[in-house]
C-alpha cells in the first residue's frame, strides 16, 4: 500500500490519486523494480485537495483519518509505502524527519513502513531523484525478504513403531 499526502489538481478532476507528473515518477520508480499499479493499492492521507494545493490543516487530516484508517483495515498491507512528511507524521507521528530515515524498514508488529520522498518533491529538486532510485532498489530487498513464500514444511518423520501401529488401525 502506498500513502501520499492529499489529491492535487489531475487527480481531483479523475478521482484518482497520483494521476499527474508525481504519479507519472512514482509509475516509473515501481517499475524499476518490476511492480505496477496493479500490484499496489494507492491512496492519500487527505481525500480532498486542499485549495491551491497548500499543505494539510491538522484538522483536515484528522476529518480524514477514519477513511485511511478503514482503508489500511481492509487492505490489510503487509508493507506500506510513506510517501514524504505529511504521510509519515500521521502514521507514524513523532518518529522524526524523512530527510533522515528515508529508505529505512520501520517493522511495527505485523506492519512493516518504508517512508520515502515524496516524489513531487524530486520534481521540484532533481538531487533526490536519485536517493529515490536507491530507496526503490532497497524497497525491492525488502519486499523479497518480506513477502517471499514460507519454506516447506520438514516432514517429520514418525517413529516406526507408531507409523506401524497407524497401518495396523
Ligand atoms: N501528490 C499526492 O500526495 N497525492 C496524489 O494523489 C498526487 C500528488
Not at 75 to 92: N, T, W, Y
Amino acid at each position: 500500500m502506498i500513502v501520499g499526502e492529499a489529491p492535487g489538481f489531475n487527480e481531483d478532476r479523475q478521482g484518482e490519486p497520483f494521476v499527474g507528473a508525481a504519479g507519472k515518477l512514482l509509475d516509473t520508480l515501481l517499475a524499476r523494480i518490476s511492480l505496477s499499479r496493479a500490484d499496489v493499492y494507492i491512496t492519500n492521507v487527505l481525500k480532498c485537495r486542499p485549495p491551491m494545493n497548500r499543505d494539510p490543516m491538522p484538522n483536515e487530516v484528522e476529518s480524514c483519518s477514519p477513511y485511511l484508517k478503514e482503508q489500511l483495515a481492509l487492505v490489510k498491507p503487509k508493507v506500506v509505502l510513506i510517501l514524504g512528511r505529511h504521510a509519515l507524521e500521521r502514521l507514524m507521528p513523532g518518529q522524526g524527519s524523512i530527510s533522515r530515515i528515508h529508505g529505512s524498514l520501520i517493522k511495527r508488529g505485523e506492519l512493516a513502513y518504508v517512508p520515502l520522498y515524496h516524489p513531487a518533491a524530486a520534481l521540484h529538486n532533481g538531487s533526490l531523484v536519485a536517493d529515490l532510485e536507491h530507496d526503490f532498489d532497497q524497497l525491492r530487498r525488502y519486499l523479497d525478504q518480506l513477502l517471499a513464500p514460507p519454506p516447506p514444511p520438514v516432514p517429520v518423520p514418525v517413529p516406526k513403531q507408531e507409523s506401524e501401529q497407524l497401518r495396523l488401525l
